[in-house]
């Protein structure tokens, strides 16, 4: 499928046909809605919160966000942004409970610090990797965008949002500037491997590990690339052990060169010489 | 747009980010508008701590609405013994969350840029010298 970051900028692109097709077809419905649901999920909010809507187009995902029944810690209020004035037209003839701004996320989030209990952003930010102009770069919006996102959320607030990556470039340009913004972020994956895979950048303002986001929930696995911290002492491949001089060998013998066959003599210490 | 919303909105200029007076945000030629939504007591009892009441009595004052009482309604004003809804917390529903700006303009206390607001929804797309 092409792209539409791709065809033209977002407030071209979602023109008055095209974010009424969005808007009422039902698969793109469906696929919203388990999205949102997914998120809500991983922001696992308790009580009813203020949420901001990055990227809120018709106020899809913002209808299921005051539909959350009271048992389920809802209903929740929220604040929406979206570039494109058709689909904000759209969200206001469906009578859309939440506020909306027309704003380019890009430039910004104008609200104060420590406003919202989470943030939710359904196929919205890799619309950020896209420059339009001359004077704008893709880092610096995507810079501009998680700094204001950080000081907007309050302490242990946390922010889900799915994203469509290009390429593996392009996601790992996303997660980079949320972490250069000070978030802790985790990237989880739905169906990985499959034409239907789905990312969710996980982000935490403070407040413990973002991996505690999936904690009790089935099915996932936790890869975790941060450095880990480097064992002292002894368990460190000491020059001259048998480990170090296995791992020589393995690393010569990938190279091409001629080595010896392991044996229970390998790296094995002499006996004292008298 | 919410009387909510606009507590915590600021001038979205790169250069009034440090200036304190770029929120709040003041209304001018402001329509309201009063949309009915169903009272929320426990998102009212957690937005409140977040408020500027400073900031909301300015505000309310600006529209020339009713006038707010001198400092944050304390958690027993909001709910009644028996867990019943106080006046306090009715009119603070009233105000933050059903009352609303229709149209009009929202106007920055340090720069003076004027951000338009049309049928409730602000529009905050800046130039790009600007940001």
């Known amino acids: 499928m092409s792209r539409p970051e791709d065809i033209l900028p977002p407030d071209l692109f979602y023109n008055d046909v095209e974010s009424r097709k969005y808007t009422t077809s039902s698969r793109i419905k469906g696929i919203q809605a388990d999205m949102t649901n997914r998120a809500l999920e991983l922001l696992d909010l308790e009580e009813p919160s203020f949420i901001l809507d990055i990227g809120c187009g018709s106020g899809l995902s913002g209808e299921i966000l005051t539909d959350v029944p009271e048992d389920e810690g809802g209903p929740h209020t929220w604040v929406g942004m979206d570039i494109s004035s058709s689909m904000l037209a759209q969200a206001l003839e469906r009578d859309v409970e939440g506020d909306m701004l ?113 904690n009790g929930m089935e099915g996932v696995d936790v890869y975790d690339a941060r450095r880990k911290e480097r064992k002292r002492g002894k368990e460190v491949n000491k020059k001259g052990s048998k480990n170090w001089i296995l791992k020589k060998k393995a690393q010569m013998e990938a190279k091409g060169k001629v080595v010896k066959q392991n044996s229970k003599y390998t790296g094995r210490r002499r006996r004292t010489a008298f | 747009m919410k009387l909510l919303t606009l507590n915590f909105l600021t001038c979205a200029i790169k250069t009034c980010k440090s200036n304190p007076a770029s929120f709040p945000l003041h209304p001018k030629d402001a329509e309201l508008e009063q949309i009915e939504i169903d009272m929320n007591p426990i998102f009212i009892r957690n937005i409140l701590p ?39 917390l009715k009119d603070l529903h009233v105000l933050l969350m059903e009352t609303g700006i229709a149209s009009g303009r929202l106007c920055c206390g340090a720069c003076g840029h004027e951000y338009a607001v049309k049928e409730g929804i602000a529009n905050f797309l800046l130039p790009s010298h600007l940001v």
């Open chain 1, 102 to 214: 027309l704003a380019d996320i890009g430039q910004g989030i104008p609200f104060r610090a420590g406003t919202f209990d989470a943030a939710i952003s359904i196929s919205a930010i890799q619309w950020l990797c896209n420059a339009e102009t001359a004077d704008v770069s893709p880092e610096g919006r995507l810079k501009r965008f998680f700094d204001g996102l950080y000081a907007s959320l309050k302490r242990g607030g946390k922010a889900v949002c799915q994203f469509y990556p290009k390429n593996p470039q392009q996601r790992s340009m996303i997660s980079n500037a949320a972490i250069k913004a000070g978030f802790g972020a985790g990237i989880l994956e739905d169906d990985p491997e499959t034409k239907n895979v789905k990312y969710y950048l996980v982000l935490s303002v403070g407040g413990g590990d973002v991996t505690g986001a999936v």
């Open chain 2, 50 to 88: 977040r408020l500027d009441w400073v900031a909301l009595k300015t505000l309310s004052s600006e529209l020339g609405l009713a006038s707010l009482p001198e400092d944050v309604p304390t958690e027993e004003e909001l709910m009644g013994e028996d867990g019943e809804a106080t006046q306090t």
